[in-house]
């Protein structure tokens, strides 16, 4: 079975029978088994002591997730998407956060002008799109730093912040103060230019 002419492979060989040899064994998983329960044990208390540092971010990390989930899928939790476009109870909550009122009397007269005689939809297009696209270079410091504060807070950029609580509000103004309503702000079909 085994060499004889070394010693002590003699020695080992002659008291290696079937019932030793799975002892060694037995004892060489037990051995395994014990190791990785210490080292699960170990674990687990390492993780437990760090649970501290871990828990106050799990919001955090539940809103990026949101906010991936919402990029992924579409839409947002701070406007509704049923027609017409209308903000949330969480966008209503950022329009109060933002001061929406004083940010829409203070940058509205940057607005690019819109015809007098065009749809509602052409003018939620334009309130929209100057509120993703063109306020933020006009914002001043405090207010930038206010949005910004509200972005993070919300998972949320702050291109969307803008477009949803400052956006939509803009657009109803308008369109009270030209007598349109708000209902036909999702309609496509502009009216043709005269």
Not at 13 to 38: D, E, K, R
Not at 42 to 48: G, K, L, Q, V
Not at 63 to 74: H, K, N, P, T, V
Not at 112 to 120: E, L, Q, S
Request: charged share 25%.
């Amino acid at each position: 079975m085994f060499p004889m002419s070394n010693p002590i492979v003699a020695f080992v060989a002659s008291y290696l029978t079937a019932p030793t040899a799975i002892l060694i064994i037995v004892c060489i998983a037990i051995g395994y088994i014990l190791n990785s329960a210490v080292r699960f044990v170990r674990e687990t208390n390492h993780i437990r002591k760090r649970w501290p540092e871990v828990e106050p971010l799990l919001p955090r990390i539940k809103a990026l997730l949101d906010s991936i989930e919402r990029q992924i899928f579409g839409g947002t939790p701070l406007m509704q998407d049923k027609s017409p476009i209308s903000l949330s109870e969480k966008g209503r909550e950022v329009f109060e956060k933002i001061n929406s009122p004083s940010l829409i009397e203070k940058y509205r007269k940057h607005l690019p002008a819109i015809k007098a005689d065009v749809t509602a939809y052409a003018i939620q297009e334009a309130c929209l799109d100057f509120a993703t696209n063109d306020l933020i270079a006009l914002l001043d410091e405090n207010d930038r730093r206010k949005i910004e504060t509200v972005a993070y807070s919300e998972a949320a950029s702050v291109n969307l912040i803008l477009r949803s609580a400052v956006g939509i509000p803009l657009r109803d103004a308008i369109l009270k103060e030209r007598n349109i309503a708000i209902s036909g702000a999702d309609k496509r079909n502009p009216k043709p230019d005269k």
